[in-house]
């Protein structure tokens, strides 16, 4: 291997190899210019031209900030217009891409039409509120808060589904951890016992999972759903007979400080999200861009996507595919358990019957919106997050639109982001397919 | 230095249940050979490279390392020991770039477990500077020719320091060009010291290279030949008695064109044309072979002629009839007799009985059918005519027709479509993965359909098998016709157009490059082995015509 390194052999002209094949033209479809026109349009009419006429004022600052921002002010009709016809620009410029070069549009401009979308909406919505008004500072930080267990719960299903196992268990792994933070918190008097047992708890719900849809072979979505009936039944089983018989015994688990960093936390918008957080929040961004960097970085992540993709190539290289998958969707149970602590240790501090209240399955759909990437799966999460948020906060100001409507926001949201902006993602090859050796 | 490497299998058996695999097999892989590994489809071949690989514990017998016995306990032993493999579907991750290929499994990783790929990028490319493969470190290997996915694959095992390749079925995905840069790429490494076992059903290639021949034939070793020995001698040691390569077909009587498609072009779902303006027609008593490499539109003309395709435009006429917007039971009903490519996929239903499976295109039709009952006697006795007729080798019609083997399970699909009278007959890879023995008798029933008198479409990617069988052939590349010549197109100007060459081009280039009027596929020079006056020691006692409908098979 050494010695012939640098002679050359009997060099031969080589014809170039690297050749491509026929330009692989990846569809262009007319979907996404015709869901952002159809978007823009309704942004028009309703943003624009029925647009309230007041002003909505936007407050920057909250009251523990080391300096203060003024907050904003914007004519609500005005801005309605101008953005609505932003919105219907960008559409344009779509379609007029589709028509005449048959072109996909760049990358940044779903993301800037969502965006405007976004704030336009926003303008729209408390321009016409009885007190126009609201805090951008305690919405943003609100989102964040709403979106941790959404954020683990994602995470959960990246490490999963990128070693090849669908995970539709989250929900449960989520409710699994919330039980088990708030029991052995309440029995110990320490919540970070309860965090421990909550990465603990989602870990055994996830090798459950592994061990039939590895060991066994069963259907990966039937066990996940399977499991998500058992987890909920199980915790509602105990809850109702041990919790509720001796709540102060058994489910007072006592909340996760927030920890305050000085002067960070101090900045406007960004301090409260980053640098006032419970132990919770911190470890979802260490867990987001560990994961990452593990992913993508390392020879542990560059094996598990084999894993995921190409399983026989990985065994012929000696890598040990279903022992992979075993750990890592263990891992994701871990990982998932830690978010279900949020619901018990650090949102309130009791347990209920199904207290993640479907958000392992919304997780799921911000895994495949985020491309199974944890980063995307992070803002993906955070999406759904502003949605739950806003939905809250807009029936507390009072809006012409019915809370009801308020309710299904991040649901609509959920369906569009999954189905019509992103395009088509594609998930790891061998995802949900069992690997047996020969 | 190069370390080189003594490789003994000795009584290797393997047993699936109550099926041998490998009966006993004992072979010797000296260092620095070109060891070829000749059998039929299912003879055992593959399952034996798999034990020696680690993929399978062999039931009995024992691999020896320089004369050290070894067990391997998966493929990770047998790379430690020098063993490398490429298989014959790629073990590659597409959306990996070849770097990450290389490194998977052999990470060089800084402290913490990062990856290292600069230090594999570099290994890439001083082994692709030392053979001259041209492979870019960051490539895509989704975005790669197949040849070249290959080369990744050689490299791989080469970073892992094996000093024993073993090929699969190497050739099986290539051009014929493609195929000659691999005999070359084989004989470089040889002159470097690494030992190749050569896995092949293919007499051409395996002359070409081969240093020893061991024969394998039901799992167990027939003997070993000489790369010198005629095509004929080999085939028969590989099949067990003597057989025929040339087909006794007379010249073909074309009469009338009956079918014919104009500017057809099919669709893909990904928006591009997959076929791309096509027109050609095939007149009654007339085979039209269908040459080129896989997945270069042949899949798509003939499910457009089924009626399977949606976005399909252009015109097929048959009797001057369209046929595009038909139903396919229209179309089948019209006379159109098709085998497709992926018999187990698509032509039968394994867990069918074989009588079943005779009938699925007419099972709603008398005598079968009677109003809404089926008369499962008329079935039965549709089997047993149509199973003597063409020799398909099973107890009886009520098997699962998925329990025959490759060659009778294509014989019942054959069968079925040749059983009613057809104006058009399609047969795509007519014989993929049958033994040679069927290959003789599916060949004789297609010609025999085209003597009486129905224009024949053949699809194939074995040029043996266009050449043998074909009265014109049509070259696709890329969804496009690059030519229809007549037989007896030489296989290198065939060769040539594959690769997408123009008729004349590819014409006038091969006779530019055999001038020695040898086939393409014996290289000119390869100056690692022998001077240049020896074109073709491999196989010195071997005078091939230099084109010719019959290629390599001579008597």
């Given at each position: 291997m050494s010695t012939t390194a640098t002679s050359s052999v009997e060099g031969k002209p080589q014809p170039d190899k690297n050749r491509r094949p026929a330009a692989s033209a990846k569809p262009v479809t007319w979907k996404l210019p015709v869901t952002l026109a159809v978007l823009a349009v309704i942004a028009f009419i309703f943003f624009g031209l029925l647009g309230p006429q007041g002003t909505a004022k936007f407050g920057v600052s909250s009251g523990g900030d080391f300096f203060q921002l003024p907050a904003i002010e914007v004519p609500a009709f005005l801005s309605g217009m101008v953005l609505s016809l932003i919105l219907l620009g960008l559409a344009g410029y779509a379609l007029v891409l589709k028509a005449k070069q048959n072109a996909r549009p760049p990358r940044w401009l779903p993301a800037v039409f969502t965006v405007v979308f976004v704030v336009a909406f926003l303008i729209w919505v408390v321009g016409g509120a009885r007190t126009p008004s609201i805090s951008l500072a305690g919405l943003i930080a609100g989102s964040v808060t709403l979106a941790v267990p959404i954020v683990f719960g994602s995470l959960s299903g990246v490490l999963c589904e990128r070693a090849g196992v669908v995970n539709i268990a989250i929900e449960g792994q989520l409710l699994g951890g919330a039980f088990t933070a708030a029991l052995v918190a309440s029995v110990t008097h320490n919540p970070y016992a309860g965090l421990l047992a909550a990465a603990v708890a989602g870990a055994l719900v996830s090798m459950v999972l592994a061990l039939f849809a590895i060991k066994y072979v069963v259907n990966q979505i039937i066990v996940g759903v399977v499991l998500n009936v058992l987890v909920s039944g199980l915790t509602g089983f105990l809850f109702t007979t041990v919790m509720q018989a001796d709540a102060d015994k058994y489910n007072s688990p006592g909340r996760l400080p927030i920890i305050d960093i000085p002067v960070l936390s101090g900045i406007p918008v960004i301090g409260p999200i980053l640098f006032k957080q419970s132990v919770v929040g911190y470890l979802m961004y260490v867990a987001v861009i560990v994961i990452w960097i593990g992913l993508f970085k390392t020879k542990w992540g560059l094996r598990v996507r084999a894993v995921g993709e190409h399983p026989q190539a990985a065994d012929t290289l000696g890598i040990k595919v279903n022992a992979t998958r075993f750990w890592n969707v263990t891992l994701g149970g871990a990982v998932a358990g830690i978010g279900g602590s949020f619901f018990t240790l650090v949102a309130i501090d009791s347990f209920t019957k199904e207290i993640s209240g479907g958000r392992g399955f919304i997780a799921l759909a911000a895994m495949i919106l985020g491309r199974w990437n944890p980063i995307g799966a992070f803002f993906a999460a955070l999406l759904f997050g502003f949605a739950d948020n806003l939905q809250s906060i807009v029936t507390i100001i009072g809006t012409p639109v019915p809370s009801q409507f308020m309710a299904m926001l991040p649901y609509v949201v959920t369906v569009f982001a999954v189905a019509g902006l992103v395009g088509r993602s594609r998930p790891p090859a061998a995802d949900g397919i069992p690997y047996i050796k020969g | 230095m190069v370390r080189v490497l003594k490789l003994e299998l000795k009584g290797i058996t393997k047993r699936f249940g109550s099926l041998v695999a490998n009966d006993h097999i004992d072979v010797v892989v000296e260092p620095g050979q070109i060891h070829c590994l000749l059998g039929e489809n299912g003879a055992g071949k593959s399952t034996l490279m798999n034990v020696l690989y680690g993929l399978y514990e062999p039931t009995e017998g024992e691999i020896l390392v320089d004369d050290k016995p070894v067990t391997f306990r998966g493929p990770g032993d047998a790379m430690a020991a020098g063993i490398g493999m490429v298989h014959q579907h790629f073990m590659l991750v597409p959306v990996f770039t070849v770097a990450e290929n290389v490194a998977l499994g052999a990470e060089t990783t800084k402290t913490g477990g990062f990856l290292d790929l600069d230090d594999t990028r570099r290994k890439i490319r001083?082994?692709?500077?030392?053979?001259?493969?041209?492979?870019?470190?960051?490539?895509?290997?989704?975005?790669?020719?197949?040849?070249?996915?290959?080369?990744?694959?050689?490299?791989?095992?080469?970073?892992?320091?094996?000093?024993?390749?073993?090929?699969?079925?190497?050739?099986?995905?290539?051009?014929?060009?493609?195929?000659?840069?691999?005999?070359?790429?084989?004989?470089?490494?040889?002159?470097?010291?690494?030992?190749?076992?050569?896995?092949?059903?293919?007499?051409?290639?395996?002359?070409?290279?081969?240093?020893?021949?061991?024969?394998?034939?039901?799992?167990?070793?027939?003997?070993?030949?000489?790369?010198?020995?005629?095509?004929?001698?080999?085939?028969?040691?590989?099949?067990?008695?003597?057989?025929?390569?040339?087909?006794?077909?007379?010249?073909?009587?074309?009469?009338?064109?009956?079918?014919?498609?104009?500017?057809?072009?099919?669709?893909?779902?990904?928006?591009?044309?997959?076929?791309?303006?096509?027109?050609?027609?095939?007149?009654?008593?007339?085979?039209?072979?269908?040459?080129?490499?896989?997945?270069?539109?042949?899949?798509?003309?003939?499910?457009?002629?089924?009626?399977?395709?949606?976005?399909?435009?252009?015109?097929?006429?048959?009797?001057?009839?369209?046929?595009?917007?038909?139903?396919?039971?229209?179309?089948?009903?019209?006379?159109?007799?098709?085998?497709?490519?992926?018999?187990?996929?698509?032509?039968?239903?394994?867990?069918?009985?074989?009588?079943?499976?005779?009938?699925?295109?007419?099972?709603?039709?008398?005598?079968?059918?009677?109003?809404?009952?089926?008369?499962?006697?008329?079935?039965?006795?549709?089997?047993?005519?149509?199973?003597?007729?063409?020799?398909?080798?099973?107890?009886?019609?009520?098997?699962?027709?998925?329990?025959?083997?490759?060659?009778?399970?294509?014989?019942?699909?054959?069968?079925?479509?040749?059983?009613?009278?057809?104006?058009?007959?399609?047969?795509?890879?007519?014989?993929?993965?049958?033994?040679?023995?069927?290959?003789?008798?599916?060949?004789?029933?297609?010609?025999?359909?085209?003597?009486?008198?129905?224009?024949?479409?053949?699809?194939?990617?074995?040029?043996?098998?266009?050449?043998?069988?074909?009265?014109?052939?049509?070259?696709?590349?890329?969804?496009?016709?690059?030519?229809?010549?007549?037989?007896?197109?030489?296989?290198?100007?065939?060769?040539?157009?594959?690769?997408?060459?123009?008729?004349?081009?590819?014409?006038?280039?091969?006779?530019?490059?055999?001038?020695?009027?040898?086939?393409?596929g014996l290289p000119v020079e390869h100056p690692a082995d022998t001077p240049a006056t020896n074109p073709a020691p491999a196989a010195p006692s071997v005078q091939e015509p230099s084109s010719g409908a019959v290629g390599d098979h001579h008597e």
């Amino acid at each position: 291997m050494s010695t012939t390194a640098t002679s050359s052999v009997e060099g031969k002209p080589q014809p170039d190899k690297n050749r491509r094949p026929a330009a692989s033209a990846k569809p262009v479809t007319w979907k996404l210019p015709v869901t952002l026109a159809v978007l823009a349009v309704i942004a028009f009419i309703f943003f624009g031209l029925l647009g309230p006429q007041g002003t909505a004022k936007f407050g920057v600052s909250s009251g523990g900030d080391f300096f203060q921002l003024p907050a904003i002010e914007v004519p609500a009709f005005l801005s309605g217009m101008v953005l609505s016809l932003i919105l219907l620009g960008l559409a344009g410029y779509a379609l007029v891409l589709k028509a005449k070069q048959n072109a996909r549009p760049p990358r940044w401009l779903p993301a800037v039409f969502t965006v405007v979308f976004v704030v336009a909406f926003l303008i729209w919505v408390v321009g016409g509120a009885r007190t126009p008004s609201i805090s951008l500072a305690g919405l943003i930080a609100g989102s964040v808060t709403l979106a941790v267990p959404i954020v683990f719960g994602s995470l959960s299903g990246v490490l999963c589904e990128r070693a090849g196992v669908v995970n539709i268990a989250i929900e449960g792994q989520l409710l699994g951890g919330a039980f088990t933070a708030a029991l052995v918190a309440s029995v110990t008097h320490n919540p970070y016992a309860g965090l421990l047992a909550a990465a603990v708890a989602g870990a055994l719900v996830s090798m459950v999972l592994a061990l039939f849809a590895i060991k066994y072979v069963v259907n990966q979505i039937i066990v996940g759903v399977v499991l998500n009936v058992l987890v909920s039944g199980l915790t509602g089983f105990l809850f109702t007979t041990v919790m509720q018989a001796d709540a102060d015994k058994y489910n007072s688990p006592g909340r996760l400080p927030i920890i305050d960093i000085p002067v960070l936390s101090g900045i406007p918008v960004i301090g409260p999200i980053l640098f006032k957080q419970s132990v919770v929040g911190y470890l979802m961004y260490v867990a987001v861009i560990v994961i990452w960097i593990g992913l993508f970085k390392t020879k542990w992540g560059l094996r598990v996507r084999a894993v995921g993709e190409h399983p026989q190539a990985a065994d012929t290289l000696g890598i040990k595919v279903n022992a992979t998958r075993f750990w890592n969707v263990t891992l994701g149970g871990a990982v998932a358990g830690i978010g279900g602590s949020f619901f018990t240790l650090v949102a309130i501090d009791s347990f209920t019957k199904e207290i993640s209240g479907g958000r392992g399955f919304i997780a799921l759909a911000a895994m495949i919106l985020g491309r199974w990437n944890p980063i995307g799966a992070f803002f993906a999460a955070l999406l759904f997050g502003f949605a739950d948020n806003l939905q809250s906060i807009v029936t507390i100001i009072g809006t012409p639109v019915p809370s009801q409507f308020m309710a299904m926001l991040p649901y609509v949201v959920t369906v569009f982001a999954v189905a019509g902006l992103v395009g088509r993602s594609r998930p790891p090859a061998a995802d949900g397919i069992p690997y047996i050796k020969g | 230095m190069v370390r080189v490497l003594k490789l003994e299998l000795k009584g290797i058996t393997k047993r699936f249940g109550s099926l041998v695999a490998n009966d006993h097999i004992d072979v010797v892989v000296e260092p620095g050979q070109i060891h070829c590994l000749l059998g039929e489809n299912g003879a055992g071949k593959s399952t034996l490279m798999n034990v020696l690989y680690g993929l399978y514990e062999p039931t009995e017998g024992e691999i020896l390392v320089d004369d050290k016995p070894v067990t391997f306990r998966g493929p990770g032993d047998a790379m430690a020991a020098g063993i490398g493999m490429v298989h014959q579907h790629f073990m590659l991750v597409p959306v990996f770039t070849v770097a990450e290929n290389v490194a998977l499994g052999a990470e060089t990783t800084k402290t913490g477990g990062f990856l290292d790929l600069d230090d594999t990028r570099r290994k890439i490319r001083e082994i692709s500077d030392r053979y001259g493969f041209d492979v870019d470190p960051d490539a895509l290997i989704e975005d790669l020719p197949v040849g070249v996915q290959q080369r990744v694959e050689i490299i791989k095992a080469l970073v892992r320091d094996a000093k024993v390749l073993i090929l699969d079925e190497p050739t099986a995905v290539l051009t014929p060009q493609d195929t000659d840069e691999l005999l070359d790429i084989m004989r470089q490494l040889k002159s470097h010291g690494t030992s190749i076992v050569f896995i092949s059903h293919k007499l051409r290639e395996v002359k070409a290279v081969s240093d020893t021949i061991t024969v394998i034939r039901r799992g167990k070793v027939v003997g070993s030949a000489d790369p010198g020995a005629s095509t004929t001698e080999l085939a028969s040691m590989m099949v067990g008695r003597a057989v025929s390569l040339t087909l006794d077909k007379a010249p073909a009587v074309p009469q009338e064109t009956t079918f014919e498609v104009k500017d057809l072009t099919v669709i893909a779902p990904t928006g591009q044309h997959v076929v791309d303006g096509l027109s050609f027609g095939i007149a009654r008593g007339e085979i039209l072979a269908i040459a080129g490499v896989q997945g270069n539109g042949q899949t798509e003309l003939t499910e457009a002629i089924l009626g399977l395709h949606e976005r399909a435009h252009g015109s097929i006429l048959l009797d001057g009839e369209e046929l595009l917007g038909r139903s396919v039971k229209d179309i089948l009903n019209a006379g159109v007799g098709f085998v497709p490519e992926d018999r187990s996929l698509d032509g039968l239903i394994g867990t069918f009985s074989i009588a079943e499976n005779l009938i699925l295109d007419r099972y709603d039709q008398a005598p079968f059918a009677k109003g809404i009952s089926m008369s499962p006697a008329k079935v039965l006795e549709n089997a047993k005519t149509r199973i003597e007729e063409f020799d398909v080798r099973t107890p009886s019609g009520s098997l699962a027709a998925g329990t025959l083997s490759g060659g009778n399970q294509q014989k019942v699909v054959m069968a079925r479509e040749l059983s009613r009278p057809l104006r058009l007959f399609i047969a795509s890879q007519p014989t993929r993965g049958v033994d040679v023995g069927s290959i003789e008798f599916l060949h004789k029933r297609i010609v025999a359909e085209r003597d009486h008198g129905t224009p024949v479409m053949i699809v194939s990617t074995e040029l043996d098998e266009v050449i043998e069988l074909a009265d014109r052939i049509a070259v696709l590349y890329k969804g496009r016709l690059v030519g229809i010549v007549p037989a007896g197109t030489g296989r290198d100007v065939l060769g040539l157009m594959m690769a997408g060459v123009s008729p004349d081009d590819a014409q006038a280039d091969a006779a530019g490059k055999s001038p020695a009027g040898l086939p393409a596929g014996l290289p000119v020079e390869h100056p690692a082995d022998t001077p240049a006056t020896n074109p073709a020691p491999a196989a010195p006692s071997v005078q091939e015509p230099s084109s010719g409908a019959v290629g390599d098979h001579h008597e």
